[in-house]
Each structure stands twice: as C-alpha cells, then as structure tokens.
T-cell receptor
C-alpha cells in the first residue's frame, strides 16, 4: 500500500497567487481530512469528507480556502489568493469508517 | 472545554535512558486517547490508542502508555530510548470511531543524545 500521497512536498509562492495542494487517499478509505500545522496553533482540522462529501468545513479559516473531492481517490485544497499567514504544513489524512487516521507526508507551504 | 495539554515542549534524553512524555486531557465523556509520532518531514503515525479495558496499553516501537482517569492523564513511556526515536510526539483525545473530532495536543519534541 502506497499510503496517503500528497503533492507537492514543498510549495513556495508569492502573496496573491493561487495555491493548489493535492491528495490521494489510501484506496478503500472512505474518509479524508485536511489538517494545517503551525507552531502557533498546532494541528488543526480544516475540513473532512465522508464518501466524497464535505461533512464539516468549520475549520476552514476563510473564503480564500476551498476543498474538493471529485472522486474517492483524489482531493484538492485550494487557497486563492494566498497570504503569508497561510504559510504552514498542510497534511492530508484518510481513514476507513472514521477509525485510525493515516497521514500523508505533508506539503510545506511558504507564501512570501 | 475539551482540550489536550502536553506540558513539555521539548525534552532531551540520552540514548538508552528511559522516557516519559506527559499528556493531560479535559474531556466531558469517556475519552478515547491516542499517541502519534511525527518524524522529520513525515506525517503523523499512530503509536498506540486506548479505548477501554487494561489501562496500560502497548504500542509499536516499544512504547507504552498508561491511562489514569483520576489524574486525567495518558503518559507515554519507553524503558530505553533509541536515537531513532527522536521525533515529535502528539497526544490526542476524542470520541471513539470519530477521528473527525480528534483534538491534538501541541506536541513534545524529543531529542536523543548519543
């Protein structure tokens, strides 16, 4: 099993640019999560999907953030426009029936 | 309010020494407790979890944790630390079968001296 795959591993962009982070969950898992990790706030849940449907997006910081899951094997997290305070590590995780979480290796985002 | 506190931000131990990482929680119902480890540049990996039963749980990589309801604690221990254990460790609490509601602590960074 390849695990949860995220791309890119690192993203450096300028303020105002659009950023798209990608995630491929573990095959067969029916829940997908996007987390953000910062020194100040630790690990925060942004949004989670169950069976490709967004269930809880209360953690999404503002309208600049959006997430989609067009099918069971792919999800994106988009930030438009990006701001320096969005700089963080973004993790995708998946699980089967909301049991054990499996995390990807994360995307280190730097917004200059 | 539901919360998880890891009072130690950074700990340094010598290789071969014992280790204990502290975790205290505040949770309204019976908690389901987890310890995750994050190696540099990697995502979080589950070390162990406690749902019910024996309050001393064994995990991977030789780690164990003890649930103490009276102290609202779930401390992680290892009798002899290896250099490869250097990582960041996260305690988490939540309802069982609902990983969407996990609350993570802020983490403890473990350094291992040779």
């Amino acid at each position: 099993d390849a695990g949860v795959i995220q791309s890119p591993r690192h993203e450096v962009t300028e303020m105002g640019q659009e950023v798209t982070l990608r995630c491929k969950p573990i095959s067969g898992h029916n829940s997908l999560f996007w987390y953000r990790q910062t020194m100040m706030r630790g690990l925060e849940l942004l949004i989670y999907f169950n069976n490709n449907v967004p269930i809880d997006d209360s953690g999404m910081p503002e309208d600049r953030f959006s997430a989609k899951m067009p099918n069971a094997s792919f999800s994106t997290l988009k930030i438009q426009p990006s701001e320096p305070r969005d700089s963080a590590v973004y993790f995708c995780a998946s699980s089967l029936n909301l049991e054990k979480l499996f995390f990807g290796s994360g995307t280190q985002l730097s917004v200059l | 309010a539901q919360s998880v506190t890891q009072p130690d931000i950074h700990i340094t131990v010598s290789e071969g020494a014992s280790l204990e990482l502290r975790c205290n929680y505040s949770y309204g119902a019976t908690p389901y407790l987890f310890w995750y480890v994050q190696s540099p540049g990697q995502g979080l990996q589950l070390l162990l979890k406690y749902f019910s039963g024996d309050t001393l749980v064994q995990g991977i990589k030789g780690f164990e944790a003890e649930f103490k309801r009276s102290q609202s604690s779930f401390n992680l221990r290892k009798p002899s630390v290896h250099w490869s254990d250097a990582a960041e460790y996260f305690c988490a609490v939540g309802p069982g079968g609902a990983t969407n509601k996990l609350i993570f602590g802020t983490g403890t960074l473990l350094a291992v001296q040779p």
